[in-house]
Antibody, heavy 118, light 110 residues
Framework: EVQLLESGGGLVQPGGSLRLSCAAS????????MNWVRQAPGKGLEWVSV????????YYADSVKGRFTISRDNSKNTLYLQMNSLRVEDTAVYYC???????????WGQGSLVTVSS | QSALTQPPSASGSPGQSVTISCTGT?????????VSWYQQHPGKAPKLMIY???KRPSGVPDRFSGSKFGNTASLTVSGLQAEDEADYYC??????????FGGGTKLTVL
């Protein structure tokens, strides 16, 4: 059974940093691209970032480029999102999602809430 | 990287059909056959309903279908059932390894 379990969310002040993790199981983690997608309270989904099967291909939404870094450790079956210079508008539930093929997000985690507030 | 445009709401009675549109541009929806649709119930993670414009993952009822014409993709739900009441989001490839979502449509079963 495929499982994606996010952790690391919490309350952080504006300008602060946080690292999210997504532990994967039930599939060959190293064979699939992985994404982060976020959802602000009461709002829609927003794509954040994608990483290819290795660590070398990473892409970001303009809203987080230069502040967020996506990475993965295939030996630990874990996806990460390092978030720096956090802003109030980064407040959201952050989901990790497995991308079976291009734009085919077939499995999602349960989400991790990040709150940026003073 | 602009969000795709969806109507905020849609509704239909049980048994009826409803279609939700997703409008982009020639650089995303119109430029690629990589459009997917997700269903999200309150407090839950999104669920893949349609991918590659028209394909259904196993386990998704054939009441759900997708199509595309020009820069607009559509999701049609036929034979509406109470459990179809949820938020629906489209997503498209936008080139250069960028993905984009629509703003979401709240589907109400009357």
């Amino acid at each position: 059974e495929v499982q994606l379990l996010e952790s690391g969310g919490g309350l952080v002040q504006p300008g602060g940093s946080l690292r999210l993790s997504c532990a994967a199981s039930g599939f060959t983690f190293s064979s699939y691209a992985m994404n982060w997608v976020r959802q602000a309270p009461g709002k829609g989904l927003e794509w954040v970032s994608v990483i290819g099967t290795s660590d070398t291909r990473t892409y970001y939404a303009d809203s987080v480029k230069g502040r967020f870094t996506i990475s993965r450790d295939n030996s630990k079956n874990t996806l990460y999102l390092q978030m720096n210079s956090l802003r109030v508008e980064d407040t959201a539930v952050y989901y990790c999602a497995k991308e079976r093929d291009l734009l085919r997000f077939d499995y999602w985690g349960q989400g991790s809430l990040v709150t940026v507030s003073s | 990287q602009s969000a795709l445009t969806q109507p905020p709401s849609a509704s239909g009675s049980p048994g009826q059909s409803v279609t939700i549109s997703c409008t982009g541009t020639s650089t995303d929806v119109g430029g690629y056959n990589y459009v997917s649709w997700y269903q999200q119930h309150p407090g839950k993670a999104p669920k893949l309903m349609i991918y590659d414009v028209t394909k259904r993952p196993s386990g998704v009822p054939d009441r759900f279908s997708g199509s595309k014409f020009g820069n607009t993709a559509s999701l049609t739900v036929s034979g509406l059932q109470a459990e179809d009441e949820a938020d629906y989001y489209c997503s498209s490839y936008a080139g250069s390894n960028i993905r984009v979502f629509g703003g979401g449509t709240k589907l109400t079963v009357l």
